[in-house]
């Protein structure tokens, strides 16, 4: 309100010299009256969350009103010249993106610059590879049919010798046991860790630009 009071005698004054005019002085009045009414709020607003206050704490308001009692001290602020420039520039949102511009136009120099010096590029690739069936059952059938064949073979071999008058070939059984059978499932159980690892390979490449002038 101070401010506005300040104003409407600076405009009077001008308009008293030729410097100003009605329309100035008028509208100076009007920033007084708003400034008046805004003061005149922020009173009642005051009053009224005094009574609010009493109201809510069930006490009535004492005859004398209210007096605070806690001091608020106001202290200076320090700050100096060239940490408030850092701060505006760390916290200027156009400083920030117009720096953004720049780290993305400097990449696109280099990525542009790039494209005229020799390229080196080296890879390497290490890998394996795993066979395994999903029915197990599969391989232990095939295993007793071998058996069961190998067995035949040899009962034939067995009964030709003992034709001739040779001694008795020793052809077990033409069964799998239970140790082989389960020797077999074990084989197959490969995946994902019991893989065969391909050799480590290496390869390197330099390419290098081509001018036309």
């Given at each position: 309100m101070i401010t506005a009071q300040g104003q409407l005698d600076l405009a009077n004054a001008k308009m008293s010299?030729?410097?100003g005019t009605i329309l100035d002085v008028r509208s100076a009045e009007v920033a007084?009256?708003?400034?008046?009414?805004?003061?005149?709020t922020a009173h009642n607003n005051v009053e009224l969350a005094k009574v609010t206050l009493y109201q809510q704490i069930g006490v009535p308001e004492p005859p004398g009103g209210v007096e605070l009692t806690t001091t608020f001290p106001v202290e200076t602020s320090n700050f100096s010249l060239d940490s408030l420039l850092d701060m505006a520039?760390?916290?200027n949102p156009a400083i920030r993106a117009l720096r953004s511009q720049e780290r993305a136009a400097s990449l696109g120099v280099r990525t542009a610059q790039a494209r005229y010096t020799p390229t080196l590029t080296v890879s390497t690739g290490w890998g394996g590879n795993a066979y395994q069936y999903t029915n197990s059952d599969y391989l232990v059938g095939r295993?007793?049919?071998?058996?069961l064949g190998s067995y035949s073979g040899c009962l034939q071999t067995d009964s030709i010798r003992t034709a001739v008058g040779l001694g008795a070939y020793p052809c077990g059984s033409g069964t799998l046991t239970g140790a082989e059978i389960q020797s077999i499932r074990s084989g197959n159980s490969?995946?994902?860790?019991k893989f065969t690892r391909s050799p480590l390979s290496i390869s390197a490449g330099l390419s290098l630009p081509i001018f036309d002038g």
């Open positions: 010299v030729g410097q007084l009256g708003q400034a008046q009414i805004a003061a005149l520039r760390g916290q295993a007793q049919a071998a058996t490969v995946f994902p860790f």
